[in-house]
């Protein structure tokens, strides 16, 4: 019997723009990509959620304050209570902090730049839902784009995330002015996790690297697993 | 009752934007230090009782207005 194709689902904020990116990104991995409208207020039946990158609610207040609130993102939230699957890029990293879901904030790069361009990354953790096709202290390329990157948390909390292994990439070199160059970080439950860089953008060499592909294989690959064991 | 909320960024954490404000204020030829910049939000609260409007706006800024991990708040009220 041919295993089961993933259900993953990719909400649609207004001003997301990285949405298509990750569900073309997702199909070519073999999931049923599931666009999600941001007014929905329950999930269709999906075995894993992204939020993708953008810029949500136009950035207003702060970046992912306003995608906290939208109908959708309090379904995903329950969705993740539940122990779904849920991985958040860049501006989805962003609402995933300011909705509680993820530690820390996102703040403005150091440079006051937009940058974007392709980082190296180490992988900290391989045995995460999203990391298993990637080994521990490997390197990874993929690109980043974004003006507010600079992961901040006080550090007794980084302290304790450090402690609990919850640190899952860090930029290889100085990127953005993150505390620790943290470039990803999970939940304690180690069902969410959020990265500023793109591994939608980075899943076939012919645009430059397909490291990204082995954290999006990896979810693809972690939803599969959940859909048969819920089948 | 109008009220008057600045955010700041608490102090010690790094302000890119403040120290780009302050470089810029010192090729106009001030001298300045400690430029941080933060944000206002102005409203309207729908109560006539200072307390209570105040303790309105402390719950807008605890839920909405200011991210506690990197942000202070200060409320003023006007009558």
Redesign the interface.
Known sequence: MASPQPRIGVVMYPGSNDDHDALWALAALDAEAVPVWHEERELPDLDAVVLPGGFSYGDYLRCGAIARFSPATAAVKEFADEGGLVLGICNGFQVLCEAGLLPGVLLQNESLRFICRDVPLTVERDDLPFTTRCTRGQELVIPVKHGDGRWFAPPELVAELEANGQVVLRYAEPCNGSVDDIAGVCNERGNVMGLMPHPEHAVDPLLGSADGALILASLVEAARDRAISLA | MKATVLVRPKSG??D??GA?VETALEHLGFSVAGARVGKVVDLEVDATDPAEARAQVERMCEQ??A?P??ESYEIELHG
Do not use: F, S, V, Y
Request: charged share 0%; proline share 10%.
């Open positions: 954490i790094l890119p934007q780009a909405l207005l991210n991990l990197m």
